[in-house]
């Protein structure tokens, strides 16, 4: 398995006062299955989706199996769970979580493959 695939979510996080208000305002726990499921397409697209491109936003709204995504979107813009400004603006759906996380990754993995090759050196 690849570790790489997969990202945290606490048990208890269907209690922290951002998901309850997306269960509030987006259906219970299918609009918070939809955010989970949003944090697993924003993970395979490196953190930012851009929404201007209508294919984009069937492919989206099929995913999280929605009618129209701007309710979505502009509620969890209004939470705080996505870049209300980048949404708003630019039509990108975007996570400051996710891309941290994506970094903090691709930082460890550069670091160990930096530290591979300076054991390799060392064998030499």
Same mark, same amino acid.
């Given at each position: 398995m690849n570790a790489n695939r997969f990202f945290s979510v606490p048990f208890d996080n269907r209690n922290d006062m951002k998901m309850l208000m997306v269960r509030k305002k987006l259906g219970g726990y299918a609009g918070y299955g939809r955010w989970v499921a949003l944090l697993g397409i924003l993970y395979d697209a490196d953190g930012c989706i851009d929404m201007n491109d209508q294919a984009m936003r069937d492919v989206i709204a099929d995913e999280l199996e929605l009618e129209?995504?701007? =309710? *979505? *979107? !502009? $509620?969890?813009?209004? +939470? /705080?769970?996505?870049?209300? !400004?980048?949404?708003? !603006?630019? /039509?990108? $759906? %975007?996570?400051?979580?996710? %891309? =941290?996380? +994506?970094?903090?990754?691709?930082?460890?993995? =550069? %670091?160990?493959? &930096? /530290? /591979?090759?300076? &054991?390799?050196? %060392?064998?030499a």
């Open positions: 129209d995504v701007d =309710e *979505f *979107f !502009t $509620v969890l813009a209004q +939470i /705080g769970l996505i870049d209300r !400004t980048m949404y708003e !603006t630019m /039509g990108h $759906v %975007a996570s400051n979580g996710v %891309a =941290e996380q +994506i970094a903090y990754k691709k930082q460890k993995q =550069e %670091a160990g493959q &930096k /530290g /591979g090759k300076a &054991k390799k050196k %060392a064998r």
